[in-house]
């Protein structure tokens, strides 16, 4: 999910409360907007903010597949698993949505 991605950002100064407010309801459209594309990996199907489908093979844990299982943002804001995509890239790499050339912009949960 796009908000859980601006922690990298240290923003102290007076404006807070404005831009929470601005932050929160861009990401309402945006979930509004994309909401199948961009939640569920085009790959295996599952959502992205769960286990992929491999993860969840492998451990039978719920909280321990989505510990070990990570998003992967592309360029296009495109998501996916890190599992499926490193997969993917081996052999096209390219955004198995849009076709455009596959380049990460950011990994995390
Ligand atoms: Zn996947
Ligand atoms: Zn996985
Ligand atoms: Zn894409």
């Known amino acids: 999910m796009p908000y859980q991605q601006m922690d990298d950002k240290s923003d102290v100064d007076s404006q807070k409360p404005e831009k929470m407010f601005t932050l929160k309801k861009w990401n309402a459209v945006a979930m509004w907007?994309?909401?199948?594309?961009?939640?569920?990996?085009a790959i295996c199907r599952v959502q992205v903010m769960d286990a992929c489908l491999r993860c969840q093979a492998e451990s039978k844990t719920d909280n321990y597949g989505k510990q070990e299982c990570v998003v992967v943002w592309g360029e296009?804001?495109?998501?996916?698993?890190?599992?499926?995509?490193?997969?993917?890239?081996?052999?096209?790499?390219?955004?198995?949505?849009?076709?455009?050339?596959?380049?990460?912009?950011?990994?995390?949960?």
């Not at 907007?33 to 990996?41: A, H, K």
């Not at 790499?93 to 050339?101: A, G, I, K, T, V």
């Open 33 to 41: 907007s994309w909401d199948v594309e961009c939640d569920t990996c």
């Open 76 to 109: 296009c804001n495109h998501s996916f698993h890190y599992c499926c995509m490193s997969l993917w890239v081996k052999q096209n790499n390219r955004c198995p949505l849009c076709q455009q050339e596959w380049s990460i912009q950011r990994m995390g949960k």
